[in-house]
Nanobody
Framework: QVQLVESGGGLVQAGGSLRLSCTTS????????MGWFRQTPGKLREFVAA????????YYADSVKGRFTISRDSAKSTMYLQMNSLKPEDTGVYYC?????????????????WGQGTQVTVSS
């Protein structure tokens, strides 16, 4: 059974940094595509970053490009999202997701498993 558990969220001032973690079980990270999404009340889940099965050709939303970095440590079965230069508009619940497909996607519907989410709040 695949399980994803996010951690690392919290309250931070604008300009600060946070590192989110997504600990996985039930499937090896190196055999899956992984992604990060975020959601605020009343809005659809928004793509943030994705890493395909190969670990190459990382994908980022334009709004986070140059500030966020997705990475993984297969030995620890953990995916990360390093978030720097945070802005108030980065506030939301962040979800990690896993897809059976080998190819990265920016569409939430392409992912098969989801974590419970972790809250990130950036104050101005």
């Amino acid at each position: 059974q695949v399980q994803l558990v996010e951690s690392g969220g919290g309250l931070v001032q604008a300009g600060g940094s946070l590192r989110l973690s997504c600990t996985t079980s039930g499937r090896a990270l190196a055999s899956t595509t992984m992604g990060w999404f975020r959601q605020t009340p009343g809005k659809l889940r928004e793509f943030v970053a994705a890493m395909p099965q190969t670990g190459e050709h990382l994908y980022y939303a334009d709004s986070v490009k140059g500030r966020f970095t997705i990475s993984r440590d297969s030995a620890k079965s953990t995916m990360y999202l390093q978030m720097n230069s945070l802005k108030p508009e980065d506030t939301g619940v962040y979800y990690c997701a896993m897809a059976n497909s080998a190819y990265a996607s920016t569409r939430a519907g392409s992912y098969d498993y989801w974590g419970q989410g972790t809250q990130v709040t950036v104050s101005s």
